[in-house]
């Protein structure tokens, strides 16, 4: 198995002469580009993108192009949540970041239990990373479902004139905000 060195291409350099674990590691968003066209980016990612696009027998200007869609598509997609209205703004988290999560969660895993299994065994810090991640992953499930059931309809209901006032919130805030602490807790730092 060959592995990644830990070497950027310099400045300039075209996607198509960069290798797979570089561009990846400059933006892991373009992971799922290369997953979806079943392309290795982790053991074999010591190929350049010209090298892997052969490899699969796909253009390799074409798959440079998704991979510059998708930096584009990251930066205009901006916009201020803070300026929405307390129910609204509830949707977004729900429908933008809660919905990334539960996308994104059962590939990561995946990844990270692949990852575990095929490499853990002569580093044994890959197993225990999947282990952290596995546990994060499920309390963040379980986080999410806390807000989406219990606090968002406190608070949507508080905005529509409905709720018993702010102090109705304190218990949930408090332990959405514990759980947060606790999710910290568990990252080595």
């Keep these: 198995m060959s592995h990644v060195p830990n070497v950027f291409s310099p400045e300039g350099t075209p996607l198509i002469d960069r290798t797979v674990g570089e561009l990846v590691a400059e933006r892991p968003g373009r992971s799922r580009i290369f997953q979806g066209l079943g392309m290795d980016f982790c053991c074999q990612g010591n190929k350049t993108l010209a090298q892997a696009c052969e490899k699969k027998g796909l253009k390799p200007e074409f798959v440079a192009q998704l991979l510059e869609e ?47 299994h095929v490499h853990g065994g002569h580093t044994p ?37 409905e709720g018993a006032g702010l102090d109705s919130l304190d218990g949930p805030v408090e332990c959405m905000l514990h759980e947060h602490d606790d999710a910290g807790a568990a990252l080595p730092s």
């Design 70 to 116: 998708e930096g584009k598509q990251k930066a205009s997609e901006g916009s201020n949540p803070a300026s929405l209205p307390p129910a609204e703004l509830c949707n977004y988290i729900v429908s933008t970041h809660h919905q990334f999560l539960r996308d994104e969660l059962p590939r990561l895993f995946a990844m990270s239990q692949r990852v575990a």
């Design 125 to 161: 810090s890959l197993v225990e990373v999947f282990e952290v991640f596995a546990g994060l992953a499920k309390e963040l499930e379980d986080h999410m479902g806390k807000e989406e059931k219990v606090l968002f309809p406190a608070v949507a209901k508080l905005a529509a004139g």
